[in-house]
């Protein structure tokens, strides 16, 4: 069992830069995905982008080349740097584990982008 934790959303402008960290109560060196997901108002939630723990990456179209994702093991936390702000960005950002069959989350973090 993990507990993550999600930290680093605000209020930013359009093309602004944000970083958000999602800390791991348990060593994440193991843990075969790792990812983001958010959620907007009235919306399902929607992958962002997932990390293997060989490095391996993968995003929604919708950011691609705006966003990177990336986890330090040594830390044991799980980041994304968010670049070129779009209103559309705007939602809860949670942090994701996949640990065999079982989803873990955080509690998310709220991104907001004014126009």
């Known amino acids: 069992q993990v507990q993550l934790v999600e930290s680093g959303g605000g209020l930013v402008q359009a093309g602004g830069s944000l970083t958000l960290s999602c800390a791991a109560s348990a060593n994440i060196f193991s843990i075969d995905v790792m990812g983001w997901y958010r959620q907007a108002p009235g919306k399902q939630r929607e992958l962002v982008a997932t990390?293997?723990?060989?490095?391996?990456?993968n995003y929604a179209d919708s950011v691609k080349g705006r966003f990177t994702i990336s986890r330090d093991n040594a830390k044991n936390t799980l980041n994304l740097q968010i670049n070129t702000l779009e209103p559309e960005d705007t939602a809860v950002y949670y942090c994701?584990?996949?640990?065999?069959?079982?989803?873990?989350w955080g509690q998310g973090t709220q991104v907001t982008v004014s126009s």
């Open positions: 994701n584990a996949q640990i065999f069959s079982n989803n873990y």
């Open positions: 990390i293997t723990r060989g490095g391996r990456r």
